[in-house]
Structure formats: C-alpha cells, structure tokens
T-cell receptor
Framework: QKEVEQNSGPLSVPEGAIASLNCTYSDRGSQSFFWYRQYSGKSPELIMSIYSNGDKEDGRFTAQLNKASQYVSLLIRDSQPSDSATYLCAVRGEGYQLIWGAGTKLIIKP | DTGVSQDPRHKITKRGQNVTFRCDPISEHNRLYWYRQTLGQGPEFLTYFQNEAQLEKSRLLSDRFSAERPKGSFSTLEIQRTEQGDSAMYLC???????????????FGPGTRLTVL
C-alpha cells in the first residue's frame, strides 16, 4: 500500500515568519511530487511541482525534495494570513495516478 | 484557458436515488481524472481517461459508480442507488498529455458537493 504521510496540524505560524510543511512517502519509486493548497470548501490549487532532488523556488514558496530520505517539504517565506489553508502533498509513482496525503492545516496569525 | 468546470456545484439527494455529475476539462487537455474527497482527507482517486478511453479505475470504486467520456471532451460520473457514505466532494481534474507521466500536472475544477440524506 503506497502511502503519503503529513502532520495534520494545525500548524500555527506568526505573520511574516517562515512556515515549514513536511511530507513523507513510502514508494521509493515515486518520480514526481506536488504541493497543492486548499481553502475550506474549495478545490485543490497547484502551488508547485518538483521532480529532482534539491530545492525549487517560486516566489515566496520553496519546495525541497530528498529522495534518499523519501521526504518532500514546502517552505513559505514571509507568511501572510491569506496563506492560511490546508496544504496537500501528492506523489506520483510510475503511472498517472496521484497518491495524496491528508493535508496539513496551516494557520497564519496576524 | 477557462479552467475546469463542474456541474452541479451542489447536489442533495435521497438515499437510493441516482445522480450524475458533469466535468468539462480545460480545452486541449486530453487527460481527465475523477476524485472523491471527504472532510479531513486528501482526494481519493476514482478513475481517469485519456481522450475517450478509461485507462484506470480504482478498486475502491464499486459497481454503483460509472464514468464516461464519450467524445474525449466532457465527462460524466454517475452514482446509482446512492448511500449516505457517498456524501463527499467529487473533484474533476484535467491535464495535457506531454508523453511522460512524471511531468503530468493536474488542474482541478471547483468540485461537486454531494449530500445523501
């Protein structure tokens, strides 16, 4: 059974600080990794994808991938109240199906 | 791109009734996915299509669920004899086939929230 694990939270971070979200996965053959943001009652919205070991930056967001340790993380710099949402980690193995974590609820406190 | 659209956005039905949902993918996206999501959980894969072909179907999908994509454009998901456990958000996503699964990126519609009384 392929699994993706996330801490459900909530993770509370002061406004302006760095939020760090983590995700581990069980399938060592996983090839691509995605972070989605989901506001309450809304559908998931793609933030970033990452395929290679190392860091990938896009604005205030940085995704980090370590295949040897089987974890992927998302850093949000200069956190804003509008970043408050649930962050979903999704992992793809050999096919097209995504395996999803249950999400981490992030709260940015003004 | 106008985005993925889904209809209806909300559906309330009584147990035992049949319901059908529609999804219109982003134009030129030939892959279409259906997911189900319950509160506090991540999306659960149901099935996906490449053009009109249904290539994969979750083992979790009972015989009461069926999906079609007859012309390779919009798709429908039908649930027969609904049960209270079917209450969930049904999400549709689409992607453009770039030839490699590793770079396939899915974009979601707003979802259809189903409540079975």
């Amino acid at each position: 059974q392929k699994e993706v694990e996330q801490n459900s939270g909530p993770l509370s971070v002061p406004e302006g600080a760095i939020a760090s979200l983590n995700c581990t996965y069980s399938d060592r053959g996983s090839q691509s990794f995605f972070w989605y943001r989901q506001y309450s009652g809304k559908s998931p919205e793609l933030i970033m994808s990452i395929y290679s070991n190392g860091d990938k930056e896009d604005g205030r967001f940085t995704a980090q991938l370590n295949k040897a340790s089987q974890y992927v993380s998302l850093l949000i710099r200069d956190s804003q109240p509008s970043d408050s949402a649930t962050y979903l980690c999704a992992v793809r193995g050999e096919g097209y199906q995504l395996i999803w974590g249950a999400g981490t609820k992030l709260i940015i406190k003004p | 791109d106008t985005g993925v659209s889904q209809d209806p956005r909300h559906k309330i039905t009584k147990r035992g009734q049949n319901v059908t949902f529609r999804c219109d993918p982003i134009s030129e996206h030939n892959r279409l996915y259906w997911y189900r999501q319950t509160l506090g959980q991540g999306p659960e894969f149901l099935t996906y299509f490449q053009n009109e072909a249904q290539l994969e179907k979750s083992r979790l999908l009972s015989d009461r669920f069926s999906a079609e994509r007859p012309k390779g454009s919009f798709s429908t998901l039908e649930i027969q004899r609904t049960e209270q456990g079917d209450s969930a958000m049904y999400l549709c996503a689409s992607s453009r086939d770039r030839g490699r699964p590793s770079t396939d990126t899915q974009y979601f519609g707003p979802g259809t929230r189903l409540t079975v009384l």
